[in-house]
């Protein structure tokens, strides 16, 4: 498997993991803001190797996402004044 076939699977699989999360929110099955901070996570002395930053900078990022979404419908299910 090369790079490319790699990142992909990697790039599927995150926005598999975005969409699922975002279902069972607004379903009411999982509490969205804390499933985004756990994915967040503390810091701790093994982020320091490299591959492990990188993975928790993207949950970082996928904790973001999932706020962003959280924000964008609680806006649309506000009336309208």
Known sequence: MG???LAGRIEAVS???L???AELEMAGLIDGPRFSQRLR???R???QIEYIRIGRKRLAGMADMLD???ASRGALAR???
């Open 3 to 5: 790079e490319t076939e």
């Open 15 to 17: 926005k598999f993991v």
């Open 19 to 21: 969409q699922l999360a």
């Open 41 to 43: 996570g503390a810091d």
């Open 45 to 47: 002395p093994e982020d």
């Open 68 to 70: 962003a979404a959280r």
């Open 79 to 81: 009336p309208a004044d």
